[in-house]
């Protein structure tokens, strides 16, 4: 991990100090805690308004993630294949039902 972290900060560092690694940019927080994205790193990855990010925090460094939208085919999909898994496991929907009641309890 200490490795993984330390890689990261070579390449960042070196990736300021030179224009060779296009997707290193800096940027600041505003007092709201927002933090913009460069245009060349938006571009580079496809990033549009609205677009959502899973957010990692370790040690001293900050990932953002880019959540993939589903479109509805594979969401389609991706409920018939949990729907089959749940049959298999013999839940039914009463049992997911108090699941979902438990863990909201817990929050």
Same mark, same amino acid.
């Given at each position: 991990?200490?490795?993984?972290?330390?890689? /990261?900060?070579?390449?960042?560092?070196?990736?300021?100090?030179?224009?060779?690694?296009?997707? &290193?940019?800096?940027?600041?927080? *505003?007092?709201?805690?927002? &933090? +913009?994205?460069?245009?060349?790193? @938006? @571009?580079? !990855?496809?990033?549009?308004?609205?677009?959502? /990010? +899973? +957010?990692?925090?370790?040690?001293?460094?900050?990932? !953002?993630?880019?959540?993939?939208? !589903?479109? !509805?085919?594979? /969401?389609? *999909?991706?409920?018939?294949?949990?729907?089959?898994?749940?049959?298999?496991?013999?839940?039914?929907?009463?049992?997911? +039902?108090?699941? &979902?009641?438990?863990? @909201?309890?817990?929050?």
């Amino acid at each position: 991990k200490a490795r993984c972290v330390r890689e /990261f900060w070579n390449l960042t560092r070196k990736g300021a100090e030179s224009s060779r690694m296009p997707g &290193v940019a800096t940027t600041r927080m *505003s007092s709201k805690g927002q &933090v +913009v994205i460069p245009e060349g790193i @938006r @571009r580079l !990855l496809g990033l549009k308004a609205g677009s959502q /990010f +899973v +957010v990692v925090a370790g040690h001293d460094a900050i990932v !953002l993630k880019p959540i993939a939208e !589903l479109d !509805l085919s594979q /969401f389609n *999909s991706l409920v018939t294949e949990a729907r089959k898994h749940a049959r298999r496991a013999g839940l039914r929907k009463a049992d997911i +039902v108090q699941a &979902v009641r438990t863990a @909201r309890a817990r929050e």
